[in-house]
């Protein structure tokens, strides 16, 4: 369980680097590699918008909204399409929080589609931002 811990936290500090590094998917922005019958890694990284920010806007509503989208990203992780999804520690007023799903797709619209259906942004619970990833190191269970 301390290996597969480390793993995860040295995975996530590669993402926070890579995050601080790189700039928001954009049409400039070129597209990522795709082989032969291999789909793309994607990342999208996600942050509460201001008003969520605050405990105190927090309604059964947005509880709803949230839960809708872990079940959603459970879902994926079912049907093999998301490869890892998680949060930050922090509380919901620090800054510095924020959550990610890597995740595999056809192409940067099918991405982009994925992302844009997620109920936390679909409710602006959330933003979110769409990288292309390439994935360097992952335990194998």
Do not use: C
């Not at 070129?30 to 309604?59: D, G, H, R």
């Not at 399409?81 to 595999?104: E, R, S």
Request: glycine share 4%.
């Amino acid at each position: 369980m301390k290996k597969i811990t480390t793993t995860i936290l040295g995975l996530l500090l590669v993402v926070i680097t890579a995050y601080g590094q790189s700039a928001p998917q954009t049409e400039q922005t070129p597209k990522p590699k795709q082989t032969a019958n291999k789909q793309s890694k994607f990342i999208y990284v996600l942050k509460l918008t201001p008003t969520y920010q605050n405990e105190a806007n927090w309604t059964d509503e947005t509880r709803k909204i949230v839960t809708a989208h872990f079940n959603q990203l459970k879902k994926l992780k079912e049907d093999g399409q998301v490869i890892l999804a998680g949060k930050t520690d922090y509380t919901k007023d620090n800054p510095a929080n924020f959550g990610i799903v890597i995740f595999n797709a056809e192409n940067l619209e099918a991405a982009k589609k994925l992302m844009n259906s997620d109920p936390a942004v679909m409710q602006n619970v959330m933003t979110a931002e769409l990288h292309p990833f390439s994935l360097a190191l992952l335990i194998n269970e």
